[in-house]
C-alpha cells in the first residue's frame, strides 16, 4: 500500500496485478487455439519423454 498526496491508502500494486492478470487472460481467451495446438504438442513430448525413461 501506497500513501497519495491527499493522505488516502492506495493498493497500486494490488491494481497493477488485477489488471494486467485480465490482460493475459483475455490474450489467453484470443489466442486459444494456437496454445491448444501447442498444449497437445507438448504433450505428446511429454508422453513420448515417459515411454524411453526409466521410471523413477
Known amino acids: 500500500m501506497t500513501a497519495d498526496p491527499a493522505g488516502q491508502q ?3 500494486v494490488g ?3 488485477t489488471v494486467e492478470s485480465e490482460y493475459r487472460a483475455a490474450d489467453a481467451r484470443s489466442n486459444s ?3 491448444d495446438s501447442v ?7 511429454l508422453a513420448n519423454a515417459a ?3 526409466p521410471a523413477r
Open 10 to 12: 492506495t493498493d497500486v
Open 15 to 17: 491494481v497493477w496485478f
Open 33 to 35: 487455439r494456437p496454445l
Open 39 to 45: 498444449r497437445k504438442t507438448i504433450d505428446a513430448a
Open 51 to 53: 515411454e524411453v525413461s
